[in-house]
């Protein structure tokens, strides 16, 4: 088991974007978010919506099978203070439809999880280091 937080957004993450009604939940993201909870992962919703629409949210997800470890915060029960606090929050991995590349789907997102693979964006695309194509180094220690 583990203890790394993993900050997930709603809408275009866990379901289509359709906000402020709830989209169709995408393929494979309560299975993939279940088992990260089971395997120790600290979920946290991290969520534009705030009020009756991420009580909707939180009550989907719920619905879902999943219970999250805080809600828009860095864990249960954190009162914000805009005055001596930032708005980011403490989590090791932030998983959002905006990334950088786009969303690369519930399964590539599993896999970088596990296996700890690094990625980079390259054009249009996010391509996991794993595999890249590696150059071979010319050098004295290489």
């Known amino acids: 088991m583990n203890n790394k937080k993993i900050a997930v957004d709603f809408d275009g993450t866990i ?4 906000y402020p009604a709830i989209g169709k939940a995408k393929i494979f993201a309560f299975e993939t978010l279940k088992k990260l909870q089971s395997q120790g992962y600290r979920l946290i919703l ?3 919506r705030h009020g009756k629409s ?3 949210a ?3 997800c719920k619905k879902n099978g999943i219970e ?3 809600v828009n915060s860095s864990f249960e029960g954190e009162v914000f203070d805009s005055e001596t606090q930032s708005r980011k929050i403490d989590a090791d991995w932030f998983i959002d439809d905006r990334n950088l590349g786009g969303f690369p789907g519930w399964g590539e997102i599993y896999n970088i999880i596990q296996e ?3 990625f980079r964006v390259e054009g249009k695309e996010v391509l996991a280091y794993s595999k890249l194509k590696k150059e071979k180094k010319k050098g004295l220690f290489w």
């Open 15 to 18: 379901v289509d974007d359709a």
């Open 46 to 48: 991290w969520t534009y």
């Open 54 to 56: 991420l009580d909707e």
């Open 58 to 60: 939180v009550e989907f």
């Open 68 to 70: 999250f470890y805080a």
């Open 116 to 118: 700890r693979i690094e």
